[in-house]
């Protein structure tokens, strides 16, 4: 009787002892995983902050909302028109300084000259409509302008032309659709006539991104 109660005792305190030492055990095998899970979920984050562009692909023509498409208002082709016209003379003298291609730099100036007198041109029929004409660019505008200025020399000519082809796409829209479905009787012929120029620049701007290095 004596030596079965003894063994019961050893056998209850093997027990124990093996629960003691079971438990360290769990807890390692899953601190582990609670410790990695963040660092597992955070990862994707990384690439997608490294990978995100210095700069939005946008035109500065930042108003064309609340028109039914191919029904632009007065107010959008005004609003449009000089925010492009005052993008493309700010860009234009960045791009004869920075830029290192010599074509770029003699379209800056094209640009420069255009855009000037496409403003005087039209700024007369926009004052007799009596819509309000922007007098600064707006954020979309500013940022494509900062870039430029921020773009280091062996970058500046790519993004000078990638602006210059949204800029050039967007107002030819804008102009055509004007043109044809616009409600000022002043204003139309005068919008029919700029599109010619701004498909020539659109085609200039095509031809200079053909001729960049690869």
């Known amino acids: 009787m004596k030596h079965t109660v003894l063994l019961a005792l050893a056998a209850a305190s093997a027990l124990s002892l093996a629960a003691c030492q079971k438990k360290p055990e769990t807890a390692a095998a899953v601190a582990p995983e609670a410790a990695t899970a963040p660092e597992v979920a955070a990862a994707p984050a990384a690439p997608e902050a490294a990978s995100a562009p210095a700069y939005t692909l946008v035109s500065p023509i930042e108003v ?5 498409a191919g029904h632009p208002t007065t107010g959008t082709l005004i609003a449009g028109v000089t925010l ?3 993008y493309q003379v700010q860009a234009g003298k960045i791009a004869q300084t920075k830029a290192q291609a010599q074509g770029v730099k003699d379209f800056g100036k094209m640009m420069v000259t255009d855009h000037t007198a496409m403003s005087n041109q039209m700024k007369q029929l926009f004052v007799a409509a009596k819509e ?13 302008i900062d870039a430029l200025n921020a773009a280091s020399p062996a970058d500046f000519d790519k993004l000078y032309l990638d602006q210059q082809q949204a800029a050039q796409k967007a107002e030819l829209s804008l102009l055509q659709d004007y043109a044809n479905a616009g409600e000022s009787a002043d204003i139309k012929p005068a919008a029919a006539k700029a599109v010619p120029k701004v498909q020539a620049h659109l085609a200039k701007v095509q031809e200079l991104q053909a001729a960049q290095p690869r």
């Open 64 to 68: 064309v909302v609340g028109a039914p």
């Open 84 to 86: 492009t016209d005052m």
């Open 132 to 144: 309000k004409v922007p007098t600064e660019l707006g954020p979309r505008g500013k940022g494509m």
